[in-house]
């Protein structure tokens, strides 16, 4: 099916929920001249998402073409349900766990309204919170699920396929049970392991903590998400969660004969094995992930000198792939990690060298 295909997406568009997601996606929709209503229990959710320029709060006569669910895991089920009821329009909501709303959706309304709902979730977030955090960028390029069950109405599966595209992401069709295990390999598992390795540093001591460099850092960054959110998650997600958890048990049990018996070849197939997944991680453009080299820059950390080091780059005529950046608590300077193509890593140092960039090797 080509874009040509799919419905247009005229609006009106309700959003129920006015935090993160459910923001960013009014702020698509409003500028693209989409009507947005908006529902939020928080009113000044509401007014703040209003304020952004968002959509305006709804009212009993809206009509809208669909109604986008964006509330905690908790509330999902209800606020399907109710959307479903008050309104004749398609229903997705973008919640991380799918086939579990899906259930409990089928249980409590009839089969014309079921088919009106379908399922989605953007691979897109942040660890912040609340409608300031959005942006109508937040989901380009991403892959966005859409999770239809075998009662959806195809027209209601091509409606929101094309809320997708609108939004500048890149649908993905699959089964609710299927995602559900997807989600739990690629995203609540990772961060499980963020939160037991951010665990171990919350009353460490001092002289340990000042040790801490960009690596931990990478480590435990998602382990900053609401709590209370990730709780909701996890138990809407338990039984797949649960599979993972016992495979990594069984993991870290090796792991630990390893070390412990100083068994060398043991030790390194474990290690070889994480290479091999980060190896499987999709790259650039969906593509296969290409080899890489670190190539690390000393940066003054005083205004204009990152943005002169990315000129700079420019100026030499290499892609930067990535970028990550170490502040040294003991000097004034930043430690700016720039991930190029391993070509191109000794033609960027050696010509940030000749520019008078400290390098480290």
């Given at each position: 099916?080509t874009?040509d295909?799919?419905?247009?997406?005229?609006?009106?568009?309700?959003?129920?929920?006015?935090g993160?997601?459910?923001t960013s996606i009014a702020?698509?929709?409003?500028?693209?001249?989409?009507?947005?209503?908006l529902?939020?229990?928080?009113?000044e959710n509401?007014?703040?998402?209003h304020?952004?320029g968002?959509?305006?709060?709804?009212?009993?006569d809206d009509?809208?073409?669909?109604?986008?669910?964006?509330?905690?895991?908790a509330?999902v089920g209800?606020?399907?349900?109710?959307?479903l009821s008050?309104?004749g329009a398609?229903?997705t909501?973008?919640g991380?766990?799918k086939?579990a709303?899906?259930?409990?959706v089928?249980g409590?309304?009839g089969?014309?309204?079921?088919?009106?709902?379908v399922?989605?979730h953007?691979?897109?977030?942040?660890?912040?919170?609340?409608?300031?955090?959005?942006?109508a960028?937040?989901?380009?390029?991403?892959?966005?699920?859409?999770t239809?069950h075998?009662?959806?109405?195809?027209?209601?599966?091509?409606l929101v396929?094309s809320?997708v595209?609108?939004?500048g992401a890149?649908?993905?069709?699959?089964?609710?049970g299927?995602?559900d295990?997807?989600v739990a390999r690629i995203s609540h598992?990772?961060?499980?392991?963020?939160?037991l390795?951010?665990?171990?540093?919350?009353a460490?001591p001092?002289e340990h903590?000042?040790?801490?460099?960009?690596?931990?850092r990478d480590v435990?960054?998602?382990?900053?998400s609401?709590?209370?959110?990730?709780?909701?998650?996890?138990?809407?997600n338990?039984e797949?969660?649960?599979?993972l958890l016992?495979?990594v048990r069984?993991d870290?049990d090796?792991?630990?004969?390893?070390?412990?018996?100083?068994?060398?070849?043991?030790l390194?197939e474990?290690?070889?094995?994480g290479?091999?997944?980060?190896?499987a991680?999709p790259?650039?453009?969906?593509?296969p992930?290409r080899?890489t080299?670190?190539?690390f820059?000393?940066?003054p950390?005083?205004?204009?000198?990152?943005?002169r080091?990315?000129?700079?780059?420019?100026?030499?005529?290499?892609n930067i792939?990535d970028v990550?950046i170490?502040?040294?608590?003991?000097?004034?300077v930043?430690l700016?990690?720039?991930v190029?193509?391993?070509?191109s890593?000794?033609?960027?140092l050696a010509?940030?060298?000749s520019?008078?960039?400290t390098?480290?090797r």
């Amino acid at each position: 099916m080509t874009d040509d295909d799919l419905p247009a997406l005229t609006g009106p568009v309700e959003v129920v929920g006015a935090g993160l997601i459910g923001t960013s996606i009014a702020l698509v929709c409003s500028r693209l001249g989409i009507e947005v209503v908006l529902r939020d229990t928080s009113e000044e959710n509401l007014r703040t998402a209003h304020g952004l320029g968002a959509g305006r709060a709804a009212r009993p006569d809206d009509r809208p073409q669909l109604v986008v669910v964006a509330v905690p895991p908790a509330s999902v089920g209800d606020a399907i349900v109710d959307a479903l009821s008050r309104t004749g329009a398609v229903v997705t909501d973008v919640g991380s766990v799918k086939a579990a709303p899906f259930e409990e959706v089928a249980g409590r309304v009839g089969p014309d309204d079921l088919g009106r709902y379908v399922g989605s979730h953007p691979m897109a977030g942040s660890e912040r919170s609340g409608p300031l955090a959005a942006s109508a960028a937040l989901f380009d390029g991403r892959p966005w699920a859409v999770t239809p069950h075998p009662y959806a109405r195809p027209d209601a599966v091509r409606l929101v396929e094309s809320l997708v595209l609108e939004c500048g992401a890149a649908p993905l069709v699959m089964e609710p049970g299927e995602h559900d295990r997807a989600v739990a390999r690629i995203s609540h598992l990772p961060h499980l392991a963020a939160v037991l390795v951010a665990g171990r540093l919350a009353a460490a001591p001092a002289e340990h903590l000042a040790l801490s460099g960009q690596g931990v850092r990478d480590v435990t960054r998602v382990a900053a998400s609401d709590p209370a959110l990730w709780q909701q998650i996890l138990e809407a997600n338990s039984e797949a969660v649960l599979d993972l958890l016992a495979e990594v048990r069984a993991d870290l049990d090796a792991l630990m004969a390893a070390v412990a018996s100083d068994t060398a070849p043991d030790l390194v197939e474990i290690l070889t094995r994480g290479n091999a997944g980060t190896a499987a991680i999709p790259g650039k453009h969906g593509g296969p992930a290409r080899p890489t080299r670190s190539v690390f820059v000393a940066v003054p950390d005083h205004p204009g000198e990152l943005a002169r080091l990315f000129g700079d780059a420019g100026e030499i005529g290499i892609n930067i792939e990535d970028v990550h950046i170490d502040h040294d608590p003991a000097r004034p300077v930043g430690l700016t990690e720039l991930v190029v193509e391993r070509g191109s890593a000794e033609q960027l140092l050696a010509a940030l060298e000749s520019r008078g960039w400290t390098t480290h090797r």
